[in-house]
Every structure is written in C-alpha cells, then in structure tokens.
C-alpha cells in the first residue's frame, strides 16, 4: 500500500517535471524564434546576392537551394561558388572551405561549455548544422548553459531565411535593392552589439575587450601584411591573440562564469 | 575536366559540419584548465567586436550611415535595448541615412 502510494508520488513528480520541462522547452523555442527574425530577415537579403554568384557559376535553383541548406555560412560559399565557376578541383573547393569556415571551430570550442555536460549527442549533431556567426552570437547571449531548444528556434528562422533567399536571387537573377541590403545587413551587425554591450558594460575586463578588439580589427583591415588576409583568417588571429592575452591577464574565475 | 555540382556541394558540406561538429562532439565535459576555461570565455566578446568593426562601415552605400548605426548600435545596446530592437534600430538608422545621402 505504502509502496503504491510512493510510487503514486513518484510518478507524480516526473511528470510535472516532465511537462514544465517541455514547456520551458517550447518557450525557449519562441525565444530562440523571436531573437532569430533579424538573422533570418538579413540571411535573406544577404543570400539573394549569393543566388546571382550561384548562377554565374551554373547553379540549378535546386543546387544553389541545397548548398545554401547544408552549408548556411556566407563567406564560405561566396569563394567556394566563385571557384566552382571556374571549374576547380574538389581539393581545392575543400581546401577554400576549410579556411574561410575555420573560425566555427573556434565558436563551437566556446559552445560546447555552454552545454550541459550531460546533453546529449544527438542534440550536438543538430546544433553542430548550423553554427553561424549569428546563431553563435544569439546563444552565448543566453544566461547560463544552453537550451538547445532556443538555438532550434533560431535555426528555425535563419536557415529558411538563407537557403530561400539563395534560391530566389537565383530566380530572380538580380540583387535586391541596395538599400535594403545594407539596412538588413546592419541589422546583425546591430546584433552582435546587442550582444557585447551589455557584458561590457557590466565587466571592465570584456569593455577593454571589445574595445581592443575594435581597434585592433580597424588596424588590421588596413595595414599590411594582416590586410593581405580573407576576412575569415584576420578574425581567426586577433580572435585567438586577443581573447589569449585577456586570459593570460584576467583569468576568469567559475564564479565569474556563472555570472 | 568535368566536375559533379552534386558532389561540389558534398564537399562543401563535409567540410563545414566537420569544422562545426568535431569541438561540440569531442569536448563533452566542462574544461578545467583556467587557462583554456578563461580563452574561451573571451572568444564570444573578441570575435564578436572584430567582425563587427570596420566591417560595418563596409556594408553600407556610405561609411556614414555604418557609422550612425553603429553609434546608435553602441548606445541602445548600453542602455539594455533588447537584441530584436538594437537590430531594428541599426536597421532604420542605415535606412534612413541612405534615404537622404544617397541619391
């Protein structure tokens, strides 16, 4: 009796847990929905521009749609499309990839330790599809560790917005207006200020950080030899030195990082 | 010789989930070295601040109107603007100024 009653209970509890974890699961979900319409609205107006190069290169609708689907970088597909144009050789389209997207691997390192440790490996393999920029930048937003519910409500948005938007510049053949182009693109370099701010203004360490990192990037875009570089491999380096040097002064401390 | 799209795109996407994957499937436990635990820490708020700045001057018609964005960009976000409402004021500054300057 006594046994049925706490298995009664016990039941009971894993199934409010089970329900308010599904629903915070959903509402991270819209979170990750709402915070994901300017990525999806700029990966829109960007893509178009990558469908022309597409079909410059001789890309199907189909094609250019698939491409931008399994990839969602921008960079990367704008030099490995271009390449394709010219007939390259598959070494050469993995190799172009490789160094235009090597900063991905930086940004998963920083997300794997937002992740539960005991999240599991299905959930890192749908994540691992779409580490861009943006969605990188929107889930360390985040206050502790990641819903991987919220990064798929992201991915909800921007994907469609990139892989659509590649295929309707291919349709259409022309860019949007130039106008919208450059007010949508600033929307997710407004983005990645909504991100930094609010920590800098909290932390001396990350607004000396950011700041660093500002003028250290304006120096580099224009002074030889770093301005030789794609912008890929430039963010890579001031990324690894500036954030090393920060670590190397200012080590965080694990109540800092609960922070 | 002739090459596949097909496998062009295979290439390509090979290649970009194995620079994504490897990290977030490898590194499952919580890293303990101060060092590394700190690098990455900082990573987010560097990388983030480097391709935003000069770039955003690049993006639009104008270096001006990059440049009030990211003024009003730096200022709403300071003041705790919400992600969504930094993004759509950065948005219509840019659109704004080009209204004007740009013929």
Same mark, same amino acid.
């Given at each position: ?11 009971? #509890? ?56 399994? #990839? #969602? ?187 | ?44 708020? @560097? @990388? ?11 993006? @639009?018609? @104008? ?7 990211? /003024?009003? /960009? ?5 003041? /705790? ?23």
């Amino acid at each position: 009796m006594l046994w049925c009653i706490m298995m009664q209970i016990s039941t009971e #509890n894993i199934d409010s847990v089970y329900t308010n974890s599904i629903s915070s699961n959903v509402a991270a979900f819209r979170q990750g929905l709402h915070d994901g319409i300017p990525i999806g609205l700029g990966y829109f107006a960007v893509a178009f521009s990558l469908g022309i190069i597409c079909r410059t290169s001789g890309l199907s609708v189909l094609q250019g749609f698939l491409t931008s689907l399994l #990839n #969602n970088t921008s960079a990367g597909e704008f030099a490995a499309i271009t390449l394709i144009g010219q007939n390259a050789s598959y070494t050469e389209i993995a190799l172009v990839t490789l160094i235009a997207n090597a900063r991905y691997m930086l940004m998963s390192c920083a997300l794997s330790q937002r992740l539960s440790a005991a999240q599991s490996f299905i959930h890192r393999l749908v994540i691992a599809f779409a580490v861009t920029d943006e969605l990188f930048g929107i889930a360390i937003s985040r206050p502790g560790v990641l819903n991987p519910y919220y990064y798929y409500g992201g991915m909800a948005v921007a994907i469609p917005g990139w892989s659509i938007g590649t295929a309707c510049g291919i349709i259409a053949g022309a860019a949007l207006p130039e106008r919208i182009v450059s007010a949508l693109s600033v929307a997710l370099f407004g983005m990645f200020l909504a991100i930094i701010m609010p920590p800098a203004r909290e932390s001396r360490i990350i607004l000396t950080v950011v700041i660093t990192s500002f003028i250290a990037s304006f120096a580099a875009t224009y002074m030889e030899p770093l301005a030789q570089l794609t912008g890929g491999t430039r963010t890579i380096i001031l990324t690894v030195v500036i954030a090393a040097t920060a670590a190397y002064l200012r080590p965080v401390q694990s109540q800092q990082k609960e922070a | 010789m002739e090459h596949n799209i097909y496998i062009y795109i295979a290439v390509m996407a090979l290649v970009t989930y194995a620079i994504r994957v490897l990290p977030l499937t490898l590194i499952r436990k919580e890293i303990k070295n101060p060092f590394i635990r700190s690098f990455l820490y900082y990573v987010p708020y @560097t @990388t983030l601040a480097v391709m935003t700045f000069p770039a955003i001057l690049q993006e @639009t018609q @104008t270096p001006a109107a990059g440049a009030l964005a990211l /003024g009003v /960009g730096v200022a709403t976000a300071w003041r /705790g603007m919400s992600l969504f409402h930094v993004a759509c004021c950065c948005c219509a500054v840019v659109f704004i100024v080009e209204f004007i300057m740009v013929p």
